[in-house]
């Protein structure tokens, strides 16, 4: 059939490694990326992605267009369809999973927590199911956060701090992502990376998030609001471009050791690994809105006001020195520079230019 045909074409793979990999949440901002760069350097790719309304589904569809463009087949489904998932399975045995697809957003949770059991539970122990069950298991990196420092305030953030804080549910599901692969790490034997991503952005961004609205508020001359601590303090982010990201999350896949155990049953310990991915300097919010402001040649109408219980901690800054050494990871764009990109692509995009990256 010609949706078989697609999904070998799409997993076809060029490059010296070898390397077929399975892309969920493809269609969403870091999928998008880390499939076309992999795409790029020749690997076979496929995406899988819903489609879901959470943010403006015309650009994922944007994303979608891209992405095929570069070779990359994206099937709509969703990582909780068993049958999907082992047809794919069985078409293309993938090497690789890159595991992105979740229920981002933290405020959202607070409206629609069941989907973040679906997406971030239901959905990832699904895939490992699949995946510890398949011959050759694939090895699997995926999408943690870095709010699963939780109201930890002693920063930077290590990866041996404490994360049994979490300050909202999408926090709590993503903390719950790495017991969980733990747990299947050490029976059925899957080779398992998770990347704590601090605050990315860039071209093809999510609209749900500070930087994009902010942009598109101050545009329209919409007040925006900047919050600060209960005590006044700042709230700042460690804000990682996304180019910086892409890196990596390659570095993690080409690292990344064998699963041990085949048709479920384990053969000898796997690897089992988690990493930072930030940019090692925060930036506070207000500073953020300067920046847009120097850029959209535009004063921003600002609100301040008290940073809510909602779930939005006050800090985030990573310590990246164990994937520097492990990943050869070294973010190399400044906010400045990377927002300078972001608002070209975000001016292009909504004057009509949909065509590049950037
Ligand atoms: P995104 O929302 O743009 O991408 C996620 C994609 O997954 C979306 O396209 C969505 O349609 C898809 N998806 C959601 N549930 C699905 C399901 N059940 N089945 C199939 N597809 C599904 O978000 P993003 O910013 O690209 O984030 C990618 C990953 O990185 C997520 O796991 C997120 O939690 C994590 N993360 C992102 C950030 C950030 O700042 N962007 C920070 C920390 C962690």
Not at 199 to 223: C, E, H, N, S
Not at 238 to 254: H, N, P, S
Request: hydrophobic content about 40%; proline content about 4%; some cysteine.
């Amino acid at each position: 059939p010609v949706w078989e045909k697609r999904v070998r074409a799409s997993a076809r793979v060029r490059s010296r490694n070898g390397y077929a990999v399975l892309v969920t949440g493809a269609a969403g901002f870091v999928g998008t990326h880390v499939s076309a760069a992999l795409k790029r350097r020749g690997d076979g790719v496929l995406g899988i992605d819903n489609f879901n309304d959470y943010y403006d589904p015309s650009l994922k569809r944007a994303r979608q267009e891209l992405l095929e463009r570069t070779g990359v087949f994206v099937v709509e489904g969703d990582i909780n369809d068993e049958a999907l998932l082992r047809k794919l399975f069985e078409v293309v045995p993938f090497t690789h999973v890159m595991h992105l697809a979740a229920q981002a957003g933290v405020r959202y949770a607070m409206e629609n927590p069941g989907s973040y059991v679906h997406s971030n539970i239901a959905g990832f122990v699904n895939l490992l199911e699949v995946c510890k069950s398949v011959n050759p298991q694939p090895a699997i990196v995926w999408a943690s956060s870095s709010s699963v420092y939780g109201l930890n305030t002693k920063v930077p953030f290590s990866e041996r701090d404490r994360t049994d804080q979490p300050a909202s549910l999408y926090a709590a599901t993503k903390k719950a992502g790495e017991e969980i692969a733990h747990t299947y790490n050490h029976i059925y034997g899957l080779s398992l990376t998770g990347l704590r991503f601090f605050t990315v952005y860039g071209p093809w961004g999510r609209p749900d998030m500070a930087y994009f609205f902010f942009t598109r508020d101050i545009l329209k001359g919409k007040a925006i609001s900047i919050f600060e601590a209960a005590n006044h303090g700042t709230v700042a982010r460690d804000f990682t471009y996304i180019d910086d990201i892409v890196r990596g999350c390659l570095g993690a896949l080409d690292t990344a050791e064998k699963s041990t155990g085949s048709g479920g049953k384990k053969r000898g310990p796997a690897q089992l690994r988690v990493f930072n991915l930030g940019n090692t300097s925060p930036v506070p919010v207000s500073e953020l809105v300067s920046i847009l402001e120097r850029l959209l040649k535009v004063k921003a109408k600002r609100n301040i006001m008290k940073l809510p219980r909602n779930g939005d901690v006050q800090f985030t800054h990573a310590n990246i020195s164990y994937a520097q050494r492990e990943l050869g990871y070294k973010p190399t764009t400044d906010l400045q520079s990377g927002l300078k990109k972001f608002v070209r692509w975000y001016l292009n995009y909504y004057s009509g230019g949909k065509k590049a990256v950037e």
